[in-house]
Structure formats: C-alpha cells, structure tokens
C-alpha cells in the first residue's frame, strides 16, 4: 500500500503564494505516477496537476502558467508550488498516487489541505 502526508495549506491573499507537499510512504516502487486534486465547496473533485515517474507533466487550463508541480524522487515527495492565487482557488487540495492498470487499488488519496484565497 501506499500512503500519502500532505502539508503546506492554509490562508493567503489573493497574488500571493503557496506551496504544498506530499510526502509518499509504503510500496513506492509501483508508483507510476502522482498529482494534485481540488474540491471546492459544492463542486466535483478537479485534477489540478499530475507528473508521471519520468517527468511528464500535466496542468489543468485554469493553474497552467500559475502553478508548478515538481516531485524530489530521492524524498518520494511532490510539490504544487501556487503562485498569483485567486479566490477561485480556494478548495481542499488533495494528493494522489497512481499505479499501473493492473493493481489493486489503483489509485491512493491523501487526507486533504483546504486552500483560502482570500480577496
């Protein structure tokens, strides 16, 4: 199994910055890739950024040119470096783990670190 550790959430103004970390533990090894996800209230959940084992990244339209997903293999951790927030960012950030098609489960959840921009 894997397990997820998020951190770096919390209050900020609108142009202002933050960065959130997830920290993976457990059966890493069958990683293939990571990424963020947001729920804001009343919403469905969003993919917001993922990177793949071998880099590859992908943004959705609303953060491209805003955020940066990284990932520091040596300390299995992914960064969301978020940068000029808007209000409309405000949501619970979630990280996920993927495996390949053929685990069970598949896909692994952090706990949640809630956003507020504020404007």
């Known amino acids: 199994q894997v397990q997820l550790v998020e951190s770096g959430g919390g209050l900020v103004q609108a142009g202002g910055s933050l960065r959130l970390s997830c920290a993976a533990s457990?059966?890493?090894?069958?990683?293939?890739?990571m990424g963020w996800h947001r729920q804001a209230p009343g919403k469905q959940r969003e993919l917001v950024a993922s990177?793949?084992?071998?880099?590859?990244?992908t943004y959705a339209d609303s953060v491209k040119g805003r955020f940066t997903i990284s990932r520091d293999n040596a300390k299995n951790t992914v960064y969301l470096q978020m940068n000029s927030l808007k209000p409309e960012d405000t949501a619970v950030y979630y990280c996920?783990?993927?495996?390949?098609?053929?685990?069970?489960?598949?896909?692994?959840w952090g706990q949640g670190t809630q956003v507020t921009v504020s404007s």
């Open positions: 457990g059966i890493i090894s069958s990683i293939n890739a």
């Open positions: 990177i793949t084992t071998g880099g590859t990244t």
């Open positions: 996920n783990a993927n495996r390949p098609i053929y685990y069970n489960p598949r896909v692994f």
